[in-house]
Antibody, heavy 123, light 108 residues
Framework: QVQLVQSGAEVKRPGASVKLSCKAS????????MHWVRQAPGQGLEWMGM????????TYAQEFQGRVTMTRDTSTSTVYMELSSLRSEDTAVFYC????????????????WGQGTPVTVST | DIQMTQSPSSLSASVGDRVTITCRAS??????LNWYQQKPGRAPRLLIY???SLQTGVPSRFSGSGSGTVFTLTISTLQPEDFATYYC??????????FGPGTTVDIK
């Protein structure tokens, strides 16, 4: 079965960076784009960006441009999201989510999600 | 950027009620609209894709409709496990997606 298993909770100081991982299994890793979504406490879902694991190309939301880097390791079927210059407003749960390939009716939907990684930014 | 709005932001309902949530896009998005359910402390779950297609494993009491700029999610007969927050998401501007602000359904 499809599984996305994310790395554990993080606590960081303002100005630091954090690198989260999302390990995929149960499907062909390179066939599905992977997105990252942020959810601040008590708030809604915010799209951060995506990576095409096949070629490594990325697209980032304007709000995170310059601070976010998404990468992948095809040998371990893992995607990574690094967020730098952390501030208190980055305290949130970060999710990875899989996007079916173009051509499928479900393309553009996020059909499987990781369990989420809580990140706390505090002095 | 395409902006998404939802109404109402919250609603109170009873088990057995019919519930409708509306999502509006700031420009036409054809049928590139998806719906998710999220319960506290859990990851979101895909319910509906392509505005009206039921994701595998989702109960048939959930349905979606609409195209262009106005969409609805309907729960025909509310069950206890349906109390949650619901989000719409546009995928028209792929791969730049946007979510609506969410609608919380709680117990009356």
């Amino acid at each position: 079965q499809v599984q996305l298993v994310q790395s554990g909770a993080e606590v960081k100081r303002p100005g630091a960076s954090v690198k989260l991982s999302c390990k995929a299994s149960g499907y062909t890793f390179i066939s599905y784009h992977m997105h990252w979504v942020r959810q601040a406490p008590g708030q809604g879902l915010e799209w951060m960006g995506m990576i095409n694991p096949n070629v490594g190309t990325t697209t980032y939301a304007q709000e995170f441009q310059g601070r976010v880097t998404m990468t992948r390791d095809t040998s371990t079927s893992t995607v990574y999201m690094e967020l730098s210059s952390l501030r208190s407003e980055d305290t949130a749960v970060f999710y990875c989510a899989r996007d079916p390939p173009g051509g499928l009716a479900s393309a553009g939907s996020l059909d499987h999600w990781g369990q989420g990684t809580p990140v706390t930014v505090s002095t | 950027d395409i902006q998404m709005t939802q109404s109402p932001s919250s609603l109170s309902a009873s088990v057995g009620d019919r519930v409708t949530i509306t999502c509006r896009a700031s420009q036409t998005i054809s049928s590139y609209l998806n719906w998710y359910q999220q319960k506290p402390g859990r990851a979101p779950r895909l319910l509906i894709y392509g505005a009206s297609s039921l994701q595998t494993g989702v109960p048939s009491r959930f349905s979606g409709s609409g195209s262009g700029t106005v969409f609805t999610l309907t729960i025909s007969t509310l069950q206890p496990e349906d109390f949650a927050t619901y989000y719409c998401q546009q995928s028209y501007s792929t791969p730049r997606y946007t979510f609506g602000p969410g609608t919380t359904v709680d117990i009356k």
